[in-house]
């Protein structure tokens, strides 16, 4: 090796010895707030009906947890999402429509699936999405129902019940608005 590349790969080395992954300041990791919302509270009873979503729950980026096996009070929608998925680009601010139009007689959540935290984040800010999302970066909940393809979205009614899934994605606001009336029994 020739003194001038000995040189510059050392240089290059004790450039990146002060490289890491994970910014630290004096007080420990820094915390980078989410661009998602808080999963909303659910009510402390046990989710039930003639069909249930498997029992798991995720912590959520924004912070609380959804959990599946308590009732969430009031219908829900749950929008099952990944950065990888192509569709859920199209169809992620339908459901931020909904969320944003919905108020208080429909929540919509979302989890993200097989997916990582910074490539969910910059997906949902990408699309402009913030209603709530939970992590399931394994793909748990997608074993559990026993599906390999995003998206899918699942009705809950507000005891827990799954009243409808949804294949495939949705492509208008119109055709959301009306699975919402159609199988949770809310107009929008």
């Known amino acids: 090796m020739r ?24 007080d420990g990791p820094v915390e980078v707030e989410s661009v998602l919302q808080a999963c909303p509270d659910q009510t402390a009873e046990d989710a ?6 498997p029992a ?11 959990d599946f096996s308590r009732a969430p009070g009031v219908p829900t929608v749950v929008n099952l999402w990944g950065s990888w998925c ?11 429509e909904l969320a944003d139009s919905a108020g208080e007689q429909v929540r919509v959540v979302g989890v993200i699936s ?7 984040e910059s997906f949902a800010a990408d699309a402009g999405v913030t209603f709530p999302s939970a992590l399931d970066g394994e793909g748990e909940l997608m074993a559990g129902l026993g599906i390999n393809v995003l998206p ?14 949804q294949v495939g994605p949705v492509t208008s606001a119109d055709e959301l608005r009306g699975l ?9």
């Open 3 to 26: 003194p001038g590349n000995a040189l510059a790969g050392i240089a290059v080395v004790a450039l990146l010895a002060g490289c890491t992954a994970d910014p630290v300041n004096a």
């Open 152 to 165: 899918h979205t699942y009705f809950l009614d507000a005891d827990g019940g799954l009243v409808h899934t």
């Open 180 to 188: 919402v009336a159609e199988h949770l029994g809310v107009q929008l």
């Open 114 to 120: 097989k997916d990582g935290l910074p490539q969910a």
């Open 48 to 53: 039930h009906g003639a069909q249930l979503m």
């Open 86 to 96: 192509a569709p859920c680009r199209e169809e992620l601010p339908l459901f931020q």
């Open 56 to 66: 798991l729950a995720f912590d959520c980026p924004g912070g609380g947890t959804l």
